[in-house]
């Protein structure tokens, strides 16, 4: 009973439920959150997982895997090239540079060349999630420091690919290992052909990608069936892994070329969160996994050799950083900045590290106190930064604003467009014809095919979603438009929008009269009733066409919408009873009747006093009396 | 303390230095409201009574804008029309800016010299802005000398920063001092404090 599956499932998810929250709060982030849940429900706090700690180890790491595809996605070709230059000057020098200084002090201390490359690649690498949440926190990401630790982690992130492939290979060399090559399903052919196989795998997944798994997922998702298009997704990521494996690669190395080839697809966003969820959970479950592996026992008794290692690899890191950021002139505030947040070593190496542990680069101790020293690293980066701010910023040089002219880098735009129907579309060719290029998100794929065809950017995706949003940068924009017909839709995106970005103003389209009274009840401040103008406008069209003075007619017409405009603040004022809201409307009408009538019968409007003489003819007359 | 009005027309602020710097100079003074008239109202349909209640509580009003054609720009013209209408302004029952003082600030692209009976414009500013003069006097109101910054297309950012000091102690000067009659000797606001 007590191994059963909802037990266990139990465990593992009570755990993850109270510890990251915990980490969160104290500001760690989920990493630790989960290595600290597998740490206590592990064999050195409570043991309710022992050996079976394996097992579940294999299944997470296809977290690892989904991860990768994640990281290949976001990889747009177009957007490495324009970074280009900061990622190989920053990036690049910080991966090549750190790896080397720890490479060479491993192996000079007599650690074997295999280890040391293992432990220097894996501690080269910073962790991404850390970085990024403290820089958007802190609202750094446009700074120098914010946009060069963006080129680092991209950087890192490619790098992953080259550490994950040679892994195996340095394995290989080891010569004992024969057992990696049995178990690929392939190797019973000659040499020559696997070579020809393991090619054809990968111009299989380029190729594929573009004609197969693209208009694959067009199919899905024209059915407008939300779990069938993360089936799709779950489906291209599995199809991918499995096929790597029939060739005996990695299937992450796979699934990352995959994502690249998604990249530049319209379901990049869709693909993203959709498969978010999936991949949080499973490294969650990888990370439980590491923490409830870590042998205390053995860190209790190296205790200070642990905590000395931590702390040089955070000074050596830190180290190269700064000294790279002084070469690229950041400024020295930025460059702390960008140096400190950069120097834990990153949750990947868990991941290099229990993959050279099963490899047998590494021996199970080394693996033990190294992954210490990444989770020590981690802990100490939020108490780093909190170093430099109070301490040591005030006291160098006075706080600069970033004052390099912006580069290339992609800048969140500020204004996100939902729904590029008719309506939206005029709203976008209006905002991009003035130099504003706005996010745009829609869920029709066929038009966004189209739209993107034609040079938009256009994003597939259903905008009702909080993760889609903050994808599409909502957390960062000024402004959201929404032009979505469907008042249903509209309604959920406000409250949504309202609810979880509060600084985002919104602009709203409404459909009627009455959609802009729920909208005005949801306290939007602007909305957009979608034919008045257009309708005024044919009204003037037509009285000019009677004989009226055009001049007067837009006087007419204008001031027609704002009286229009006026009467729906009214209404909202008094819609908390019904009765009482049936008879405004109509008292409403009766009012715009009214005005209309007397306008007409004016042929002046109210405005136009000015120009009137008769008060003053008649004045004139009195006077001569 | 007076309550001042500045009504600042200028259909390209973005563009404009000199009546940007002066507005900015007085942008957060106590009793001294400003009416931005291109930005309240870009389609040109101004709303009268809430510019006449504006107006009905200030004690100085200044109009505030450009020259163009010896004129100010079409906004304010229009303004005028609406806002200064009859039997409010002027008229038998037209009481309601009576003494009120009223000027403009006006910022001119040519040298200083080229609104004088020899220079390029042929006549000196003031005889331009009679138009304006003869609407303070038919309102009942007090018309002051103009505030006049001229060569705005060559102006130093040293000379511009004089003018916007100058221009908030005016504004200051006219806040809180009781008297002003004596101002009215002067050929431009500019020299207030030279007296």
């Known amino acids: 009973m007590e191994n059963g599956f909802l037990f266990q499932a139990i465990i593992y998810l009570s755990a993850a439920v109270v510890c990251v929250p915990l980490a969160k709060k104290v500001g760690m982030g989920s990493v630790l959150g989960y290595l600290l849940a597998g740490i206590i429900i592990g064999p050195y706090i409570f043991g309710f997982i022992g050996e079976e700690g394996e097992d579940i180890m294999h299944f997470a790491e296809f977290g690892v895997v989904m991860m990768l595809f994640l990281i290949g996605l976001e990889l747009e070709p177009s957007k490495l090239w324009k970074m280009r230059q900061m990622i190989t000057k920053v990036g690049l020098s910080q991966v090549l540079l750190t790896t080397l200084i720890f490479f060479g002090f491993l192996y000079f201390i007599g650690t074997g060349w295999r280890q040391s490359l293992a432990i220097s690649t894996s501690l080269a690498l910073s962790s991404t999630a850390i970085t990024l949440q403290s820089l958007k926190e802190k609202d750094q990401m446009n700074t120098a420091a914010g946009r060069n630790s963006f080129a680092v982690l991209l950087m890192q992130d490619i790098a992953v690919i080259p550490i994950l492939a040679i892994l195996p290979l340095i394995a290989l060399a080891a010569s004992s290992d024969v057992d990696m090559e049995q178990m690929s399903p392939i190797s019973q052919f000659p040499g020559w052909l696997q070579t020809i196989l393991v090619f054809g795998a990968v111009i299989l997944i380029v190729v594929a990608g573009r004609y197969v798994i693209i208009p694959m997922l067009s199919l899905v998702a024209k059915t407008r069936l939300r779990e069938l298009f993360v089936g799709g997704a779950l489906l291209v990521v599995l199809g991918i892994a499995f096929l790597m494996e029939m060739v005996g690669l990695s299937p992450a190395l796979g699934t990352f070329l995959g994502g690249v080839v998604l990249a530049n697809s319209q379901f990049k966003h869709e693909l993203e969160s959709d498969l978010e969820p999936f991949k949080g959970l499973l490294l969650g479950l990888f990370f439980i996994a590491v923490g409830a592996s870590i042998n205390f026992g053995l860190i209790s008794e190296n205790a200070l050799m642990v905590f000395a290692i931590a702390l040089s690899v955070l000074l050596i890191k830190s180290l190269v950083l700064f000294g790279i950021g002084k070469v690229n002139k950041i400024s020295t505030d930025q460059n702390l900045i960008f140096a400190l947040g950069l120097s834990q070593v990153g949750e990947f190496a868990f991941v290099t590290f229990s993959f050279a542990t099963e490899l047998h680069i590494m021996n199970a101790k080394t693996t033990e106190i190294f992954m210490a020293v990444t989770a020590i690293s981690m802990t100490f980066t939020p108490l780093l930064l909190l170093f430099n701010e109070r301490l040591l910023l005030p006291y160098i040089g006075t706080k600069e604003k970033d004052d390099k002219p912006h580069d290339e880098m992609d800048e969140t735009n500020k204004v996100i467009l939902a729904g590029f129907s008719n309506y939206g579309s005029t709203v976008g060719r209006f905002l991009r014809a003035n130099g504003i290029k706005a996010t745009i998100l829609d869920n029709d794929s066929d038009r966004v095919d189209l739209l993107r065809k034609m040079g938009f950017e256009v994003y597939y995706g259903d905008v009702t979603r909080v993760d889609l949003l903050e994808m599409a940068g909502a957390g960062e924009a000024k402004i959201l438009i929404s032009a979505i017909r469907n008042p249903e839709t509209n309604y959920r995106l406000v409250s949504l929008v309202k609810k979880h970005f509060p600084n985002l103003e919104l602009m709203v389209r409404a459909k009627d009269k009455k959609e802009a009274i729920e909208l005005k009840e949801l306290e939007v401040s602007h909305v957009y009733i979608q034919n008045l103008e257009s309708a005024v406008k044919l009204g003037k069209d037509v009285l000019v066409k009677l004989g009226f003075r055009a001049h007067t007619v837009h006087v007419l017409g204008q001031n027609f919408i704002k009286y229009d405009e006026d009467s729906l603040e009214e209404l909202v004022k008094v819609k908390h009873d019904k009765n009482a809201f049936i008879s405004t409307m109509k008292k409403s009408i009766e009012m715009q009747e009214n005005l209309l009538s007397f306008e007409l019968n004016k042929r002046f409007s109210i405005n136009d006093h000015a120009w009137d003489s008769e008060t003053q003819r008649k004045d004139q007359e009195k006077n001569k009396e | ?195």
């Open chain 2, 1 to 195: 303390m007076k309550n001042i009005l500045v009504l600042m027309a200028h259909p390209k602020l973005e563009h404009s230095k000199v009546i940007a710097n002066l507005l900015a100079s007085i942008s957060d003074l106590e009793n001294v409201q400003i009416t931005d008239l291109y930005e309240r109202y870009p389609d040109f349909n101004i709303d009268v009574q809430r510019e006449q209640e504006t107006l009905f509580g200030a004690d100085i009003i200044i109009w505030m804008h450009p020259l163009y054609w010896y004129a100010a720009p079409p906004l304010l013209k229009h303004w005028m029309d609406l806002v200064l209408e009859y039997n409010w302004a002027y008229g038998h029952n037209g009481i309601y800016l009576k003494g009120k003082y009223l000027f403009n600030a006006i910022s001119t692209g040519g040298s200083p010299d080229a609104y004088s009976d020899k220079g390029h414009h042929g006549y000196p500013l003031k005889e331009f802005l009679l138009p304006y003069k003869q609407t303070a006097n038919l309102c009942n109101m007090t018309y002051l000398p103009p505030f006049h910054v001229a060569g705005t297309h060559n102006i130093s950012f040293h000379s511009l920063q004089k003018d916007a000091l100058d221009f908030k102690s005016l504004i200051l000067h006219l806040r809180d001092k009781k008297d002003l009659e004596n101002l009215l000797k002067l050929n431009f606001l500019n020299d207030f404090n030279q007296q």
